[in-house]
């Protein structure tokens, strides 16, 4: 494995494909950068133009593209507020707050940071699982995944703030949102009032820029001024790499969950970031999360880059794409004359091997460039709010209208968006919304599966109860642990 | 002010990266005065109703470049996805919007062409509007666990396990399979909501499902290896329709019996009976006519002819062949006047009887009232 590990690497680094790697990279900070286009546009962008490549180029475009997505969809979601691409919903909830203090530079340096150190992990972790990758895949089966997608949701009460009936309430709402369109298992359109747009459910870019993105433009035209109330930018890039180097241990462990969860097909890598914000807010002690602690933004940027990995070992060894990124580089790899499932291993090994060195690569030569550009770009969180509306308005447009191109988007943008506002008037917590609707499909699919194949059953198997007693503890321990700690401080402990 | 330059040029440059999209909105550059001109295009739409990165996509993509070398002028072929609505909006809008002027085509696939031989209110297309201009098979084998203790499909009928058999949608490519289980009165549960023929495998690799099918190039890929390690048994090939109408072994698995063989062996005769009648009808146009591309019948004679002319050569083309064994899962094309009498003997065999019958077995078997749909 070591031996065609470096002959692997001696063909990534082939001067053409560095160069077509860089390219990919190029691509991918932009899309990544734009808000509203994400990792499936830059694909079906680079599509057309792999057909009939030599595997080894193409792959080193496509995957070097796919690989810094998640690093330049944070300006964004750092400096305005608004998603770079579906990946990266968590950072807002700390690193706008950051922005807002004129930290914005800080929290991308962390950010950019954990990006970088995430996606080496998750190409780690993508050699590491390749042995034995095929029974773990396997060992996943219909009512463990519908367990896991119960733990996700149950991640939704952590994230709810002081109200947790809202939060429920909130996180219900996503599953009635994700529930529009065709039932997974039985032909039955739900909610869709014989409109053709909604017979195949809203499409998750419309919903995360809609409920994230919306709400954020009407504030900015309403409290006239800038992003940063301060009038200038303290703190740079440096300090925010400090940031992340004294968390090393909350870097590690959101990356490895990201891969983890990248790994298990069918369960929506789309929530990583939540759930590794969930996670880190969850175990660390004395945190301000939601209010600009320079650790919510370093959890989940871990692990969104970290996925990338992950996603791939389900894609490459069994042709099961995990996300719509994964589903067009299928496409991608049929037009280069290729086909995922076992042969990955044995005849086509360099091939996969020299992707898990074109993720590592690319994570480390896109965060240095996107650290390159901090500077410059922070500054758009001085301009005043209402300039920058008309701008983002289109932007956002432009970017809904990409998931079908159908009028639909629009609208659908508008009206989840007008919900979006009510919630942040309201203060009710949109993370928990988002949750539900990208899981909602999933827990539906294997609760049907469960029962269907194994009757009540299922009930017994013992993975199934251990993730029932996690969630158990999850969802009671906190506030258990946190009377405790209270507690203790109360008697000056 | 510098910021502002700065916005504007990011805004471009996502109008730019939309604009670039295969899908971006350009209608044909079609003139009206053609028909006195003859056929002399040089830009051609291909509607494809899927997303991209998808089987259809990945075909239709593949035939743009061969096809256009076959066509007076060489016009490029330009792939625009309209995805959505299980490919039905994509083909609606085809038939309904786009010029009928010979420059616009597209690509369908089973599951563009299940809807509308289930007649769904949703469907506004027609078959009888349009012309196919080139068409491709795909095979499908069924196969077991090694723990049914059976050797092959002829000894389905001693079975004592219970068969779980895991699939997407009964309305979606499994509907043929789980035709062929009502004709062979296997009793198999079916167990649906999976996400796709991959998921379906794993399920059978975890013991979730112990009967399965994969078509042709995935069954190779990943079936062959299990059977040689003795971890699944073939048991029998959904087939192919030959010209005449009859159940014909696919020829990509000769030695494999289809399911009119296993019929025979387990019944003693002919499969016959309305079943039977369904079942081939739904083989023939999911998996003998999977992809098709196709013109507006009512485009300029002129355009058609040209057209038709390139898909006669390209099935000569030798280099073709070559390069395209891959998308094409080594099967043939057919000459377009053969795949013009499949579908015209498609159509014929559509009658109120079958559409009755399946939806009954939908209604019955798995709770789909098709009517509603």
């Known amino acids: ?493 | 002010m510098r910021k502002m330059y700065a916005l504007t040029l990011l805004l471009v440059l996502n109008l730019f990266l939309a604009g670039c999209q295969p899908l971006s909105i350009v209608s044909s550059i079609g003139t009206s005065s053609k028909e006195e001109q003859g056929y002399n295009e040089d830009l051609l739409t291909m509607v494809v109703p899927y997303g991209s990165g998808g089987g259809t996509d990945v075909f239709a993509r593949f035939m743009a470049a061969p096809l256009s070398n076959h066509i007076k002028n060489q016009p490029s072929i330009q792939v625009e996805n309209v995805p959505g609505g299980g490919s039905i909006t994509g083909t609606n809008e085809y038939v309904n919007s786009y010029d009928k002027d010979g420059t616009n085509l597209v690509t369908t696939s089973a599951s563009t062409h299940i809807p509308y031989l289930l007649n769904q209110s949703s469907v506004q297309y027609s078959f009888d509007e349009l012309t196919p201009l080139v068409g491709a098979p795909t095979g499908g084998v069924v196969y077991g666990s090694t723990d049914l203790n059976i050797q092959d499909g002829f000894d389905l009928g001693q079975v004592k396990e219970k068969l779980y058999y895991a699939g997407m949608s009964p309305t979606g490519l499994d509907l043929t399979t789980l035709l062929s289980f009502e004709v062979l009165e296997i009793d198999a549960k079916a167990v649906l909501g999976y996400e796709g023929r991959g998921p379906a495998r794993v399920a059978f690799e975890q013991g979730e499902s112990n009967i399965d099918f994969q078509t042709t190039t995935s069954y190779k890929q990943n079936i062959e290896p299990k059977v040689e390690n003795g971890k699944a048994v073939p048991l029998y090939s959904l087939g192919q329709i030959d010209e005449n109408g009859a159940v014909v072994r696919d020829p990509q698995f000769p030695d494999l019996p289809t399911v009119k063989e296993i019929y025979k062996e387990l019944h003693g005769s002919e499969p016959k009976g309305q079943a039977w009648e369904t079942y081939k009808h739904f083989l023939n146009a999911t998996y003998t006519l999977q992809k098709v591309i196709w013109v507006h019948k009512d485009a300029p004679e002129s355009a058609k002819e040209e057209l038709k002319k390139a898909a006669n050569q390209l099935m000569k083309d030798e280099q073709f062949q070559q390069k395209s064994s891959i998308i094409l899962e080594d099967y043939e094309i057919y000459s377009q006047a053969e795949l013009e009498k499949r579908i015209e003997n498609l159509e014929k065999n559509m009658n109120q009887e079958t559409i009755n019958w399946i939806y009954d077995f939908l209604l019955r078997e798995h709770g789909v009232d098709v009517r509603k749909l």
């Open chain 1, 1 to 493: 494995m070591i031996e065609s590990a470096i002959e692997a690497l001696s063909i990534v680094l082939d001067p053409s494909r560095i160069l077509f790697m860089c390219l990919g990279i190029g691509l991918g900070i932009v899309v990544g950068l734009l808000p509203g286009l994400g990792g499936t546009v830059g694909m079906s962008l680079l599509l057309p133009f792999v057909f009939g490549m030599d595997p080894f180029v193409g792959m080193a475009l496509l995957i070097g593209m796919v690989a810094v997505v998640h690093t330049g969809d944070t300006f964004p979601s750092v400096l305005l507020g608004i998603p770079g691409s579906s990946g990266s919903q968590a950072t807002i909830m700390d690193g706008f707050p950051l922005a807002k203090k004129g930290e914005a530079s800080r929290a991308m340096g962390a950010a950019l940071f954990c990006s970088m150190i995430g996606g080496v992990i998750g190409g780690v972790a993508l050699y590491l699982a390749i042995p034995m990758a095929a029974p773990l895949i396997t060992s996943f089966n219909s009512p463990v995944l519908f367990m896991l997608t119960m733990l996700g949701l149950s991640m939704a009460g952590l994230l709810a703030g002081d109200s947790p009936a809202k939060g429920a309430l909130s996180g219900l709402m996503g599953l009635m949102i994700g529930s529009i369109g065709s039932a997974p298992a039985i032909t039955e359109y739900r909610y869709t009032f014989d409109f053709l747009y909604l017979s195949n459910g809203l499409s998750l870019p419309v919903v995360a820029l809609a409920i994230f993105a919306f709400p954020i433009l009407i504030t900015m035209l309403t409290h006239k001024g800038s992003v940063a109330e301060a009038n200038h930018l303290k703190g740079g890039v440096l300090k925010g790499v400090g940031d992340a180097l004294k968390n090393k241990f909350l870097i590690m462990r959101s990356a490895v969950l990201g891969s983890l969860i990248g790994f298990i097909p069918g369960l929506g890598g789309s929530v990583v970031d939540w759930l590794a914000y969930g996670a880190g807010k969850k175990t660390i002690r004395n945190n301000q999360f939601g209010e600009g602690d320079i650790r919510g933004v370093i959890a989940p940027e871990s692990a969104n880059n970290a996925k990338e990995g992950g996603s791939l070992i389900p894609t490459l060894l069994f042709g099961i794409p995990g996300s719509g990124t994964t589903a067009i580089l299928l496409g991608g790899l049929i037009l280069m004359g290729l086909e995922a499932g076992p042969r990955m291993l044995t005849t086509d090994l360099s091939l996969t091997l020299s992707i898990v060195w074109t993720l590592v690569i690319a994570n480390i030569i896109g965060a240095i460039l996107c650290m390159t550009l901090v500077k410059p770009i922070a500054k758009l969180s001085l301009i005043p709010g209402e300039k920058l509306v008309p701008f983002l308005t289109i932007l956002l447009l432009i970017g809904a209208y990409q998931s079908n191109f159908a009028w639909g988007d629009i609208i659908a943008f508008i009206a989840i968006g007008l919900l979006g506002y009510i919630m942040t008037i309201l203060d009710w917590p949109r993370p928990p919304l988002l949750i539900g609707f990208v899981l909602a499909i999933s827990a539906e699919r294997y609760y049907w599966i469960s029962i269907e194949r194994y009757g009540w059953e299922w009930l017994s198997n013992p993975i199934v109860i251990s993730i029932g007693v996690l969630i158990v503890i999850l969802l009671t321990g906190g506030s258990i642990m946190k009377k405790i700690s209270n507690n203790l401080q109360r008697e000056g402990v």
